[in-house]
């Protein structure tokens, strides 16, 4: 089996993560992995709650729990009442949490920036490409 694949992707991804989470760190930003995660999905989902964060994230309910509980203490994310289910709330960030994500935003995309120095926007477009079906295939294997 060949694993020039998995073995650059696994490193890229690895670097990309550390060299954001280092970067953060360097700015005192406090947040974690997860939390970083749940701010990009809150932010970019409309209507969000714990059940779709639950899907989206591939985490257990119980954990969710645990992280939007912390991210409200954090002032990070607040819960108000879902109009369309009693039993649910919606999330969605407070001012703090997007100035935390605007930090990270720029953070990230100073790291991507150099990620594409020596590639032409065809190789960038056929990347794009070859990540999206990857990632379909993964979805449609994981159901």
Same mark, same amino acid.
Request: with cysteine.
């Given at each position: ?22 970067? $953060? ?17 809150i932010n970019r989902t409309e209507h969000c709650t714990a059940a779709v964060m639950s899907e989206q994230m591939d985490r257990d /309910? ?27 709330? &919606? &999330? ?12 990270? &935003? ?7 920036? /150099? ?8 190789? $960038? /477009?056929?990347?794009? /490409? ?7 295939? &993964? ?5």
């Amino acid at each position: 089996m060949n694993t020039d694949l998995p073995d650059s992707f696994l490193a890229l991804t690895f670097r990309f993560k550390s060299l954001v989470l280092k970067a $953060i760190r360097e700015q005192g930003i406090e947040v974690v992995p997860m939390e970083i995660q749940s701010l990009h999905l809150i932010n970019r989902t409309e209507h969000c709650t714990a059940a779709v964060m639950s899907e989206q994230m591939d985490r257990d /309910k119980g954990q969710l729990a645990r992280l939007i509980k912390e991210m409200i203490s954090k002032g990070l994310i607040e819960k108000t009442k879902n109009p369309n289910d009693t039993r649910s709330h &919606l &999330l969605s960030l407070t001012n703090n949490g997007k100035a935390v994500l605007e930090r990270v &935003l720029a953070i990230e995309a100073k790291i991507i920036q /150099k990620m594409r120095l020596g590639l032409t926007p065809e190789q $960038i /477009k056929a990347f794009n /490409k070859v990540a999206a079906i990857m990632s379909a295939n &993964l979805s449609a294997s994981h159901s």
